[in-house]
């Protein structure tokens, strides 16, 4: 399909669907002419009109960058270097809970405790309440979406009660931080002024849930991820052990061939083309991040596993004015704890009954089982 049609019109979801690498990255090169602001297409929801006000990925420029500033800082590779130590002391201790155990999940007791307590510390939230902010994300981005592509009003309304549970919490918290200010990134966002303004606690509420959740799932899924491919690559495995210093490199490639999250939308603000394809104004298209890292006009042998890879310009993390902030962050993590688990279990294999996500919506896994 990607081959013969890059840019190909869905008739049944009456929108496109954008495959290739070079079409998918013009795209997200052009937020003027490809909008993130989805808000007109969905059935409305009043708790996430509420959340929407601050949560930056589904804004334009001039908005996009002003709030995105506020927080890029905290995202630096050098200030994220910083939280090393923290980040390999959890991984440790998550491991050691495991320890004298013949196997364990690795979802469950690792991919997705480690994502979920850094980013929480970092918003001064409570690691404790890790459940609670993982069924926001099942309930958010989850499987349970509708066969369609934008979901439709019963599911918004079920959207709806998860974001309100999440709007009350972070509210909670953005109170009393507004009482007593810390040093965690929720009391940076309430004392940072863009224009001259103060955000409001509505804008910082989606600004904070956007980080707690964009902050969490999709490491769970690189590190599961991750664990799948060197389970199925013993030599690329005993590579590493032996020198672990080509982790970020084959972490890179791990992003491209299972891309943790397949699917970016955009809508057309203006008639255009994509492609060569004419592609009138007021139109979705799904960009097929999960395809594009697979075109072989970007990358020989696509569909081959090389933990060599360099360059690697995959899409990912996005490509564009939206690129993840969080991409330091999670790079970090994965190294850290790919490189742990490799020191601390000297062998191990993934077990039969791996409970894979709906690959549409996200590639990676629910829970992993893995023998030591
Ligand atoms: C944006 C993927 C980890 C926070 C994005 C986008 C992608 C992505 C594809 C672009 C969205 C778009 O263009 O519409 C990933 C993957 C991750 C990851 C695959 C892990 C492997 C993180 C982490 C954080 C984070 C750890 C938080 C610290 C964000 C935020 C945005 C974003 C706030 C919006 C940026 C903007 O709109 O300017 N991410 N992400 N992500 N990510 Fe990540």
């Known amino acids: 399909m990607r081959r013969s049609e890059p840019v190909a019109w869905d008739q049944e979801f009456g929108a496109w669907h954008v495959f290739g690498y070079p079409e998918v990255t013009a795209v997200l090169a052009d937020p003027g002419t490809f909008s993130s602001d989805l808000s007109g297409l969905l059935p409305p929801q009043k708790d996430l009109e509420l959340f929407a006000k601050g949560s930056f990925v589904g804004m ?40 004298g155990r013949s196997a364990f999940d690795l979802v469950a007791d690792l991919a997705y405790p480690l994502p979920v307590i850094v980013i929480a510390e970092l918003l001064g939230v409570p690691a404790a309440d890790r459940d609670r902010f993982r069924g926001w994300a099942d309930g958010l981005l989850g499987d349970n979406r509708p066969e369609r592509l934008l979901p439709d009003q019963d599911h918004m309304n079920a959207v709806g009660a998860t974001v309100r549970d999440m709007n009350d919490y ?23 002024e863009v224009d001259g303004e103060r955000l409001d606690d509505e804008e910082i509420v989606g600004f904070v849930g956007l980080l707690l959740i964009a902050g969490h799932i999709t490491t769970t899924l690189l590190l599961g991820n991750t664990v799948l491919t ?33 699917r970016l939308v955009r809508l057309t603000t203006a008639d255009t083309t994509v492609g060569g394809r004419d592609v009138p104004a ?7 991040l999960a395809s594009a890292n ?18 690697n310009q995959h899409l990912s993390f996005g490509h564009g004015i939206h690129f993840c902030i969080g991409a330091p962050l999670a790079r970090l993590e994965a190294r850290l704890a790919t490189r742990t688990l490799l020191e601390d279990c000297p062998e191990f294999a993934v077990g039969p009954d791996v409970g894979l996500h709906d690959a549409r919506i996200m590639t990676g896994a629910r829970s992993l089982p893995v023998a030591v």
């Open 170 to 192: 972070l509210l909670d918290h953005i109170r009393a931080r507004r009482a007593v200010p810390t040093a965690d990134l929720t009391s940076t966002l309430i004392a940072a």
């Open 60 to 99: 334009d420029p001039p908005r996009h960058l002003k709030l995105r500033r506020l927080v890029s800082k905290a995202f630096t590779p050098r200030i994220v270097a910083e939280l090393e130590p923290r980040i390999t002391q959890v991984t440790r201790e998550l491991l050691d809970a495991v320890r």
């Open 294 to 311: 697979r075109d072989e006009r970007q990358f020989a042998e696509a569909d081959r596993f090389d933990p060599t890879r360099t360059p």
């Open 230 to 262: 060197l389970d199925a690559d013993q030599d690329a495995t005993a590579a590493l052990r032996a020198d672990p210093t080509g982790l970020p490199t084959a972490l890179e490639e791990v992003l491209r061939v299972r891309t943790p999250f397949p």
């Open 282 to 288: 007021g139109q979705v298209l799904n960009l097929w």
